[in-house]
């Protein structure tokens, strides 16, 4: 039986079993750029320490390079090797890795990750993901994988191998189709220097961490400021505009609904935020698909997951370049 599934153009589609991890790793010891599933949504991954290969990222994505990357590790003992972990960050890898928490931490001179990585900065974002798969291919390849979301650049984040081919086949090299990501957001930014703020919602509630601190973590708002991925005011953008807050649509609009706010695509009926979360890229792809011009959006509550829905939603509705 062959590892791959149907090619889709010049990008293999690779069974998430023993053969498919093997071309997978293969590819990426090889300077290539494969996408493989995680819990928040599919990354795009390439070996960490090989330049020509990060920049591959930036190219099939069409990355702004002052952009940093998300470098993707098994866990703490591999994190240590690359950053200065704290006895804070350490209580936090302790707390919630693997899982959907990235820290962005002092990056060790030596450590031989691609400048292209930090784009710049002395820091490195670095996360141990949950997924199986994932896992897997970390343990197959051997080397931290430096993995922002599979998608061009700016638009929706991919939770699913078709919305991958939909936005890189010919692109990228290949796709572990690990099926849907469970929690369909990005991971939680958090900095810790000099004191733990918050960079990006996602799919860590920043209650949870503030519960395990101890303390209040506050936002980091500087719009000039880019410090780790997902910063940038306009991201995530459908080919639609968005206006969000809507009780109803207006003429002419396609409704995204939300708890008793009825919708043509609905994120969660019940009300659900963990169930939003999920869907919220996934129907994102669907008003693409359905070729929605305007987009009304319900008012979603700015608690727990919400505000990295409303985080998303918010930038998905800024202008645009």
Known sequence: MTDLLPDDLATRRLRPDAGGLRVAADLLR??????FPTETVYGLGADAGNGRAVAGIYAAKGRPSFNPLIVHVLGSEAA??????????????????????????????GAGLSPLVMA????????????????????????????????????????????????????????????????????TILAL??????????????????????????????????????????????????RLGAARPEAG????????????????????????AANLFGCLHRLDAMGAERIAVAPIPDRGLGRAINDRLRRAAAPRP
């Open 80 to 109: 240590a090797r690359l950053a200065e972990v704290s006895s804070v960050a350490g209580d936090l890898m302790a707390a919630f890795w693997p899982g959907p928490l990235t820290l962005v931490l002092t990056a060790r001179e």
């Open 193 to 242: 220097d000099p004191a733990p703020r918050l960079l990006r919602a996602g799919g860590l509630p920043v209650e949870a961490i503030q519960e395990a601190l101890g303390q209040e973590i506050a936002a980091d708002t500087d719009p000039a400021r880019i410090a780790a991925p997902g910063q940038m005011a306009s991201h995530y953008a459908p080919r639609g505009r968005l």
């Open 253 to 276: 609009e396609v409704m995204l609904g939300f708890g008793p706010v009825p919708g043509d695509l609905t994120l969660s009926a019940a009300g659900d935020l963990a169930e939003a």
């Open 30 to 35: 090889d300077g290539g750029l494969v996408a």
């Open 120 to 187: 710049g900065l002395p820091t490195v974002a670095l996360r141990a993901p949950a997924h199986p798969v994932a896992r897997a291919l970390l343990e197959e390849v051997g080397r931290p994988l430096a993995a922002p979301s599979a998608n061009p650049s700016g638009r929706v984040s991919p939770t699913t191998a078709e919305h991958v081919l939909g936005g890189l086949s010919g692109r990228i090299d290949a796709v572990l189709d690990g099926g849907a990501c469970a929690v369909g957001l990005e991971s």
